[in-house]
């Protein structure tokens, strides 16, 4: 994402403008643009003109419109659909839909063609300029924080993914943010025993010809970023996959393809669907290499080998729910918080503001915060946790706490009912 402009005020009110360019950017925007901001961007909007005869002429054209946010609507993008045999041997499809945002309001500026007041939806498009005003308070450190860390220079996918069964493919793009289905493939391949020899090779050919393409397309393998790209199968698919495209790469003299080769990595997963890529993110060979990246880091600490394992082992180190963790929070208790991104799209702002303050704590002690996407499998894991955990630095007692907790409420309102009865 682009930044084109900012301006915030102490007060935390002001403005952001910024270029949206890919699908993680319109994630960062959906959770960035909330009910009661004042969003500008270009749409298209059907406008109707009547003559002095009476007759209409309708028309569409391009308007740059203000709104005043009352809803907004996220809409992932969607794999083409499966591919039938006979189109494998080529062409492997229509290419992926990007990601929307649909942002609705009343029209908050006025416009020669629209009513101010007017309702209207603006889909937010990629490479236009968007820009996003808040109120006081609304420009807080984590939204802050989002726009610094979606415009940060050459962010991209992180790792590439195949998943494959035998005749079946699944292209995948992991970023920091986002686990995107780039295509599914899929081609039938006749049986041994139910036919020859020679149709189940041909059909095996259509398959391995029909994913290289796919993934040249798809698979951004020169990309510095791409620390890794995974082919994830049951059984032996995945070593002929591999085999496959290395010997396409130098029969082509794709030297790109071959530089990357030392970016694959192949692992064993029970099914060929995306679900059991998550697993396979989790075994020792792909976890060293990509230990440095964000959603590896959730996924450890998150995994039944962090927090799980010590809720079950260690439970007075392990806390979650809202108000658990910010009693762990005012304690200084906490070393690691875990927290969905989900909390902040929160339409109550004191739902939000109490979830930033937390988060604000965490790190002027010293703790370390993860905030986890929900389009990732582990924020999706976390979002069912009540969306919101911590891991503490010291043992802490939920019931003592919770005792010490009402017994220094009722210290506080005998004090009070003291002081009212002095004063009367």
């Not at 995948?172 to 943010?177: A, M, P, Q, T, Y």
Request: proline letters at 4%.
């Amino acid at each position: 994402m682009k930044l084109i402009g900012k301006r915030i005020e102490k007060d935390g009110s002001g403005h952001v403008t910024v270029v949206p360019e890919d699908d993680e950017d319109m994630w960062h925007l959906y959770n960035l643009i909330q009910v009661g901001d004042r969003v500008r961007a270009s749409g298209m909007r059907r406008v109707q003109n009547v003559s002095a005869t009476g007759s209409v002429d309708s028309y569409r054209i391009r308007l740059s419109l203000t709104l005043a946010v009352t809803r907004v609507a996220w809409a992932p993008s969607t794999a083409p659909g499966a591919e039938s045999g006979n189109a494998a041997s080529g062409s492997t499809g229509g290419s992926t839909a990007n990601a929307t945002v649909e942002v609705t309001g009343r029209v908050a500026e006025e416009n020669m063609h629209v009513k101010l007041g007017a309702f209207h939806t603006l889909a937010i498009e990629a490479n236009k300029n968007v820009r996003i005003e808040k109120d006081a308070g609304g420009w807080d450190s984590v939204a802050l924080s989002r726009v610094e860390e979606s415009c940060v220079p050459g962010r991209g996918a992180e790792v590439a993914a195949i998943v494959c069964g035998e005749g079946t493919a699944t292209f995948c793009l992991l970023s920091e943010h986002m686990t995107v289905v780039l295509q599914r493939l899929e081609v039938p391949i006749p049986r041994k025993i139910s036919t020859t020899s020679s149709a189940h090779e041909k059909g095996l050919a259509r398959f391995y010809q029909s994913l290289y393409q796919s993934f040249l397309r798809h698979v951004p393998y020169s990309s510095p970023t791409l620390r890794a790209i995974v082919i994830a199968s049951p059984g032996w698919v995945r070593d002929a996959v591999f085999d496959y495209i290395m010997s396409e790469a130098n029969r082509t003299s794709n030297k790109p393809l071959l530089a990357a080769r030392p970016k694959f990595i192949k692992v064993h997963v029970n099914s060929p669907h995306v679900h059991s890529l998550v697993e396979a993110l989790k075994s020792p060979e792909i976890a060293t290499q990509l230990k440095e990246t964000k959603f590896a880091r959730e996924g450890m600490m998150l995994d039944r080998s962090w927090f799980f394992k010590m809720l079950a082992t260690d439970e007075m180190r392990a806390w979650y729910g809202p108000d658990h963790v910010a009693l762990a929070a005012d304690r200084g208790a906490i070393g690691t918080l875990l927290i969905s991104d989900e909390l902040f799209r929160s339409s109550d702002a004191a739902q939000r503001k109490k979830f930033v303050s937390i988060v604000e704590d965490v790190k002027q002690k010293g703790g370390e915060v993860l905030i986890f996407s929900s389009m990732h499998e582990s924020g999706q894991q976390l979002n069912q946790l009540t969306g919101i955990a911590a891991i503490l630095t010291f043992p802490l007692d939920i019931e003592v706490v919770e005792a010490e907790e009402r017994e220094a409420k009722e210290e506080e309102e005998r004090r009070k009912a003291e002081e009212n009865g002095t004063t009367e």
